[in-house]
């Protein structure tokens, strides 16, 4: 009589799987597996093989705290059986005289996350005998036709899956800085915490078993990582900060990566850590997007519209010296700003709304009641689909919205000029398998002041008006004004800064460093055949990151006489000693002009926004690097300043090429002085990587470099 089938052992072929499913960056001794895609286990048995006609062997896999058949976290399924109706499959690949290899798949549409796999045999005569055969992870994916996130393009599946570092574009839209990242979405640990944080999230705490089933839809888990990655409905990753001092943690513009901050998060229990501004937060969400398996990459907007009452009008106010003032409708256009896009199919929306999709992960407005944004249609975003599923509307206000500027003086308001494109400029990500920059903005919009762009304003504009979704909390009262329309529906054009007859401009003499005079030139041009009297208030004041203005530091008054058709230059100069210390830690000067005409009440607005440039760190990497053997980076930095800085800290970075940050303590930096120090580190990861450094002090804090490192595998 033949003997039970009894389980001595089982092989999951963590390392064959792995490579197969594009995870053996993650690890090679646990199964992680992408859904849709097969991946092969062994089971070892103590007496004899595996029976077709004798032995029944039935597969359990189970996910989340309360597995259930009926919600889709618990599945039994059955080798080369279909009368159980699972998604899951199970194929015999090899049966051998004690050992049989078995192909899996979970569906395509399976929720992501931590797997237990079970086994239950029924021999013939035999007792029936379960056994827990062990743990795995099935996350999205890209490479799959029939999952939601599938990607076609395997440049792009590389990019935007698979590559651990890259670029966030800063500065402003006259001068884009590249910001190294290093995204680590494969280092140690980073699979575990990307699934606590699932774990933590609002909608787990609340319903559990709900939150587990759920999670297959792409479109949920990036609501959820959204809201996850600000702390202000949750423990959070992050605490987000836009004034000044962070005595109490690290300042925004501190970080190299992602890795650390996760990290601390994990290791404090949850801990929001301090702090993040929008770059942050974006790149903290790519990183566990990627991670989970949705093609993520990290857009930004220069110019960005933030419109608190969802008119798609930006309202600012300034007084008769030109500075920007407070308001309560917190209405602002931020020098710059950073989301994420998400590649992923809309279900839940018509078929041509799939593709890319906006998320933000910043803590700006509520959606449904919690801090996230997203994801919205890109495509819907451009066609003023403003109604579409999730803050649609919302986003096409940081791209696309409207400016009006106001004069508020002896208790009124006098309109100055409307802008239809001051909003949403050279909209900027990394490029695929290279480092320089892609301009993505006709993604968003048409070309400004065309007819299609004033058409996709005007729809959403009615869209937002039919819905009723306007709030009010103006602090000045000031006319609303309809936007005007033909009698055919196009928009009147609307005249841009000022009066038709005086021009002004600023333009920067030279490149403006941090630790130098500032020196720039005001402009006028009298367009008319006539004289023109001018006077015009200059003022100077800085700017936090989301353009939150800080008190004025410099003043001018210029008078200026203009002959028929004559341009003439006004020479300024903002001296170190003056700006020093005011600046904000994001280094932004607004400088501004309000002229009048004498005699006249016609007035006039120019400004320039200044990005303060720092000098780059250099690295360079003194030999060959190969995985195991020891590698000597050498990092050359210096200190711009004409006074010497203190509390200087040097952090370098890198996955694949560091285990973990490092933080040299460097001390006191002379004035104009350069100082290079070299380190040490054995590469663990071949294939190209990038090493990430950053220099603080008391006076500064993100002077930055990097260098990419190609690693040849060890021998």
């Keep these: 009589m033949a003997q039970g089938l009894e389980v001595s052992f089982s092989d999951f072929q963590c390392y064959q799987n792995n490579v197969l499913h594009h995870t053996e960056e993650i690890s090679f001794q646990r199964l992680i597996v992408r ?355 999730y803050d649609t509307a919302f986003a096409f206000s940081m791209v696309n919205a409207d400016c009006m500027s106001w004069l508020v003086y002896g208790g009124k308001v006098q309109k100055l000029h409307r802008e239809t494109d001051l909003v949403g400029n050279s909209l900027s990500t990394k490029s695929i398998q290279s480092d320089e920059r892609e301009d993505v903005t006709e993604n968003y919009k048409y070309e400004e002041g065309s007819p299609l762009e004033r058409e996709a304003f005007l729809k959403a504009l009615q869209k937002v008006q039919s819905k009723g979704l306007l709030k009010s909390h103006r602090r000045y009262s000031q006319p609303v004004e309809p936007f005007p329309v033909t009698e055919e529906g196009n928009p009147h054009p609307i005249s841009l800064r000022g009066p038709k007859d005086v021009s002004l401009k600023f333009n920067l003499v030279e490149p403006a460093y941090l630790g130098l005079d500032i020196n720039f030139v005001l402009q006028s041009f009298n367009l008319v055949l006539s004289f023109k009297d001018l006077k015009v208030n200059l003022s100077a004041q800085s700017l936090l990151h989301d353009g939150s203005p800080l008190p004025v530091f410099w003043q001018d008054t210029a008078f200026i006489t203009l002959r028929p058709s004559e341009a003439k230059m006004y020479p300024c100069t903002i001296r170190y000693s003056q700006y020093s210390q005011f600046l904000s830690p994001d280094k932004l000067i607004r400088i501004s002009a309000l002229g009048e005409e004498m005699n006249s009440s016609e007035k006039f607005l120019v400004d320039k926004i200044i990005t303060l440039e720092l000098p780059s760190i250099v690295i360079n990497v003194l030999g060959e690097a190969i995985v195991g053997q020891m590698l000597a980076i050498q990092v050359i930095f210096e200190n711009p300043l004409l006074e010497a800085v203190g509390d200087c800290v040097l952090t370098v970075e890198g996955s694949g090429l560091f285990k973990k940050q490092l933080n040299i303590i460097i001390g006191i930096l002379k004035p104009q002085s350069k100082a290079s120090v070299t380190v040490k580190t054995v590469p663990f990861k071949s294939g190209e990587r990038q090493i990430q450094a950053n220099l603080k002090s008391d006076k500064f804090k993100d002077i930055k470099g990097y260098r990419n490192v190609n690693v040849a595998p060890g021998f």
């Excluded at 901050?261 to 404090?268: M, P, S």
Aim: proline share 5%; with cysteine; hydrophobic share 35%.
């Design 35 to 389: 859904r849709g895609q097969a991946f092969s286990i062994t089971l070892y048995f103590k007496s004899r093989g595996f029976l077709l006609d004798m032995d029944k062997i039935i597969f359990i896999t189970e996910t989340g705290p309360k597995p259930d058949l009926s919600m889709g976290t618990r599945a039994v399924f059955s080798i080369e059986e279909r009368n159980f109706k699972s998604p899951w499959i199970a194929l015999i690949k090899s049966n051998g005289t004690n050992f049989l290899e078995i192909s899996l798949c979970a569906p395509p549409m399976a929720a992501i996350g931590q797997y237990f796999l079970k086994v239950h045999i029924d021999s013939f005569e035999g007792p029936v005998s379960a056994y827990h055969l062990g743990e795995f992870i099935v996350l999205f994916n890209p490479w799959c036709p029939a999952d939601e996130v599938y990607l076609e393009s395997e440049p792009q599946r590389q990019e935007y899956i698979m590559n651990d570092h890259g670029f966030i574009y800063q500065g402003n839209k006259n001068w884009i800085r590249p910001c190294p990242w290093n995204y680590g979405q494969f280092e140690e640990n980073i699979i575990d915490i990307c699934l606590t944080l699932l774990d933590k999230s609002l909608n787990f705490q609340v319903d559990p078993a709900m939150d587990c089933a759920l999670r297959g839809s792409s479109v949920y888990i990036s609501r959820v990582v959204s809201a996850m990655i600000n702390s202000n409905d949750d423990n959070g990753v992050l605490n987000g900060k836009w004034s000044e001092g962070y005595y109490d943690g690290i300042s925004p513009s501190e970080w190299n990566g992602s890795v650390a901050i996760l990290k601390q998060w994990y290791a404090t229990g949850g801990t929001p850590v301090k702090y993040g501004q929008c770059w942050v937060f974006a790149a903290v969400m790519c990183t566990v997007m990627r991670c989970l398996g949705i093609p993520t990459r990290v857009i930004t907007n220069f110019d960005s519209g933030h419109d608190t009452d969802g008119n798609l009008i930006i309202d600012a106010y300034y007084d008769h010296t030109g500075r920007i003032l407070e308001n309560e409708k917190k209405d602002s256009v931020w020098n710059f700003h950073v989301w994420n896009e998400c590649w992923m199919a809309r279900k839940d929306l018509p078929s041509k709304y799939g593709g890319w999709q906006l998320l933000d992960a910043t803590p700006q407005e509520t959606s449904n009641g919690v801090y996230c944004c997203g994801p919205a249609s890109v495509t819907a975003i451009k066609e003023g689909e403003v109604e579409l599923n």
